[in-house]
């Protein structure tokens, strides 16, 4: 996937968070990619605490394509991924992943939020630990302003 797509792709799963959020939803999206790098076979905002954009879109394409062809896919989502999102994609088979911004910049953010108690467990570490390699490309820095964008007031009540 070059930087225009990296780009591109993170703008609209920014899109997804930002329609997740006007339902009272955490403002996070993802995408999935196909191994084109162009097509969108689907798209998730966050649900709930529990089922997060990245996790909910991972057993969702588990459901509806082969492994073989997740290997080939891409999960693009506006932050790194959580220890339970990265496990789901990794069970999912899903080759690569490609966030803006990191978790430490979503806790310098949300500080201690009750509905956010972040691991500082960087989605790197977690597929380190597994037995098939998964590309992983993020944080994008010249992103992280509009990333951010839609957490600054939500995570203030």
């Known amino acids: ?36 790098g162009e097509t969108v076979l689907a798209e998730q905002g966050n649900i ?6 990245e996790s909910t879109l991972a057993r969702t394409a588990a459901d509806n394509w082969p492994g073989e062809y997740l290997a080939r896919c891409t999960l693009v989502t506006t932050f790194e991924p959580c220890a339970m999102c990265t ?14 911004a990191s978790e430490e910049t979503l806790l310098a953010l949300t500080g201690s939020h009750e509905e956010n108690p972040t691991l500082s467990l960087p989605c790197r570490e977690v597929i380190a630990r597994g037995q098939k390699a998964i590309e992983v490309i993020g944080p994008v820095a ?10 600054r007031d939500f995570w203030k009540s």
């Not at 709930?48 to 954009?53: K, L, Q």
């Not at 496990?87 to 803006?100: D, H, K, L, Q, S």
Request: glycine residues 8%; charged residues 20%.
């Open 1 to 36: 996937m070059n930087q225009d797509q990296v780009l591109r792709h993170l703008r609209r799963a920014n899109e997804v968070a930002l329609r997740a959020a006007s339902m009272g939803r955490h403002p996070f999206g993802a995408l999935l990619v196909a191994p084109d």
């Open 48 to 53: 709930d605490t529990v089922n997060h954009a």
């Open 87 to 100: 496990g789901t994609a990794y069970w999912a088979n899903i080759g690569r992943i490609v966030y803006g």
């Open 142 to 151: 010249e992103l992280e302003t509009e990333l951010l964008a839609p957490h």
